[in-house]
């Protein structure tokens, strides 16, 4: 069954550092999402993207924070200067139907 | 405002008990659905109900939504050990425009065999 991965599976940083978190949706689909859940806490999102662009934004979602699809299968979100509160797991998810979204396993983000 | 909040936070039950959680809302929905996750591990869609529905089932699982009270609840039949994991309830709401999915904090299940 396709599924949604996710890599790395854990990423340490100083805090600071640039982060890359890499993402393959399942293929046909075609709207992608990063969502993230700090320890204990609910999943919030962060950012949907179709169509080469990004759909919809939260606020967390600032400028700290951007997305790419480089190429027909790669979906990432990048952080470009990580901070403690950063630490989180990180999903991705994609759907091709409406409102029944594929999550990924997650990346374990920790900062130092 | 918050969106999907289960209740009860944690649930403690012996095997082939049924355990029910429950989520309440507080905008006008498309749709509801539930989502289970495994201690560190991603999250797996388990069920979605319109929300001109008010009952669906899914082998073990039975879903019910009720939007005049905006709340719905989720019933797993005769659970399993392996049933153990949290459980969140997620909507669409239609006050937004786009189709990101707002979580609740979740229900902790725990199944003891």
């Known amino acids: 069954e396709p599924e949604v991965t996710q890599t790395p599976s854990h990423q340490v940083t100083q805090m600071g550092q640039e982060v890359i978190l890499r993402c393959v949706p399942i293929?046909?689909?075609?709207?992608f999402y990063w969502y993230r859940q700090i320890l204990g806490q609910k999943v919030e999102f962060l950012v949907s993207?179709?169509?080469?662009?990004?759909?919809?934004k939260s606020e967390i979602f600032d400028d700290q924070f951007s997305v790419e699809r480089p190429d027909g299968s790669n979906f990432t979100l990048k952080i470009r200067s990580t901070k403690l509160e950063d630490s989180a797991m990180y999903f991705c998810?994609?759907?091709?139907?409406?409102?029944?979204?594929?999550f990924g396993p997650g990346t374990r983000l920790t900062v130092l | 405002s918050q969106q999907g909040e289960e209740d009860p936070q944690a649930l403690s039950i012996q095997e082939g008990e049924n355990a029910t959680m429950n989520c309440s809302y507080k905008?006008?929905?498309?749709?509801l659905q539930w989502y289970r996750q495994n201690s560190g591990r991603g999250l797996v869609h388990l069920i979605l109900?319109?929300?001109?529905?008010r009952e669906k089932h899914s082998g073990r699982l039975r879903v019910t939504l009720d939007t005049s009270k905006k709340s719905s609840s989720l019933l797993i039949t005769a659970s399993r050990a392996a049933d153990t994991a949290s459980y969140f309830c997620?909507?669409?709401?239609?006050?937004?425009?786009?189709?990101?999915?707002?979580f609740g904090k979740g229900t902790t299940l725990s199944v003891s065999s």
């Open positions: 998810a994609s759907y091709e139907r409406p409102n029944e979204q594929f």
């Open positions: 993207f179709y169509n080469n662009e990004i759909s919809e």
């Open positions: 905008t006008s929905i498309n749709n």
């Open positions: 109900i319109r929300s001109n529905e």
């Open positions: 997620a909507t669409t709401s239609r006050n937004q425009a786009g189709t990101a999915l707002i």
């Open positions: 293929s046909n689909h075609l709207y």
